[in-house]
């Protein structure tokens, strides 16, 4: 079949990485048991607990608008609130599915800049009411790398998880791109994970570069406690679970997430250096994780579709957001950036 280009629009649009694909081919073969009691899922699971050394527990589902709300709705009761970044994923892509299965819970906005949510403003918005007329902030929910592709440092989630934890909320950090904020931290895992604060982390499979599925690992064990059953009432309990899982263990097993993640890093980082020297277009945010954004005229947005590029139009009207994946190769970037030339020196 022919092949389409590769494309900026989103590290989803890339397929799926070797070693991803070599451990699918091999759980192909032969009967399981069904619904995670096989092979395939208990050594993705334990392959999660060594490089987070640590003994989380660990559930997978199909897509991370499940991991997310569900992980949030094992966090707190329908009285309470979700404080998160007003770009937040939780908050604009996810159709309200947080709120939904958590019958309710209201998520209530924070400032941000660059993506990120500053320490300081989790006290205000925690102490702003405390009558029984409002609903109780109780889950601080941290996107790494952010929505704005930029990355969260050690010192930054220890000071927000510290503030939180200190006015008794729970933390949860949606990492649809964990492995590119790994991959940018160049630390142990467990610094800035449950070492960091985190009570539970969805840790993005798809956007790295398996088929599908992503994995909400609890750090605090007794959180964990019957979210079994969400997932299945939810309808995330794959019944041929070993399909979602054996992926993990080819990503895993040898660095290969943390490869493929610094090559799309890197990547983007060749965009980032290119766009810098062109005059026509404003560079909006330092390059940390695998994404670039760029304020784009409307006229040379449209340039760049009509030469073929997808890519999303993600802050207000101009703000454009060009991603890399694991298999995006330097000579589309080469590409993409030529073709800037071209369009930005009519
Ligand atoms: C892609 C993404 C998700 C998960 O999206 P699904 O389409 O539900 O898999 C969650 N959070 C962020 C920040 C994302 O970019």
Same mark, same amino acid.
């Given at each position: 079949?022919?092949?389409? +280009?590769?494309?900026?629009?989103? !590290? ?80 604009? !892509?996810?159709?309200?599915? +947080? ?38 902030? &109780? ?23 510290? &503030? ?9 950090? !949606? ?12 630390? +142990? ?158």
């Amino acid at each position: 079949m022919h092949q389409p +280009p590769q494309q900026f629009a989103s !590290d989803n649009y890339a397929g799926i990485c070797p070693e991803a694909w070599a451990s699918l081919e091999a759980a192909r073969h032969g009967h399981a048991q069904a619904y995670g009691e096989d092979v395939w899922t208990s050594r993705a699971s334990d392959l999660l607990r060594e490089i987070f050394e640590t003994d989380c527990e660990v559930f997978f589902t199909f897509n991370g608008t499940a991991a997310n709300s569900l992980a949030l709705a094992s966090l707190c009761h329908s009285y309470h609130s979700i404080l998160c970044s007003q770009v937040a994923h939780v908050e604009t !892509d996810e159709c309200g599915a +947080p709120e939904f299965f958590s019958n309710g819970t209201k998520i209530l906005l924070l400032p941000t800049a660059a993506g990120k949510i500053h320490r300081e403003s989790i006290q205000p918005a925690v102490l702003r009411r405390s009558d029984i007329h409002f609903p109780k902030p &109780r889950v601080l929910s941290l996107t790494q790398a952010t929505e704005t592709g930029t990355v969260y440092t050690v010192d930054e989630l220890r000071g927000l998880t510290e &503030r939180a934890h200190r006015f008794g909320l729970n933390v949860h950090m !949606d990492g649809a791109r964990f492995a590119n904020a790994a991959a940018t931290l160049g630390r +142990p895992p467990r610094e800035f994970t449950w070492e960091a604060g985190v009570d539970v982390l969805c840790f993005g499979g798809t956007k790295m570069g398996l088929p599908v599925g992503e994995a909400v690992v609890f750090f605090r064990k007794s959180l964990a406690e019957e979210f079994a059953y969400r997932c299945k009432q939810a309808g995330q309990l794959a019944s041929k679970m070993r399909f979602l899982a054996a992926p993990w263990v080819g990503m895993l097993e040898n660095g290969a997430w943390l490869r493929h993640a610094a090559h799309a890093n890197a990547m983007a980082d060749r965009l980032y250096q290119g766009l810098r020297d062109l005059a026509a277009v404003q560079v909006l945010y330092p390059r940390e994780a695998n994404s670039v954004f760029v304020d784009l005229p409307p006229a040379i947005a449209s340039a760049l579709r009509a030469r073929g590029w997808r890519f999303y139009n993600f802050i207000g009207d101009s703000g454009c957001r060009f991603m890399c994946a694991w298999d995006t190769e330097p000579a589309t970037v080469d590409r993409l950036l030529a073709d800037f030339h071209s369009v930005t020196s009519g």
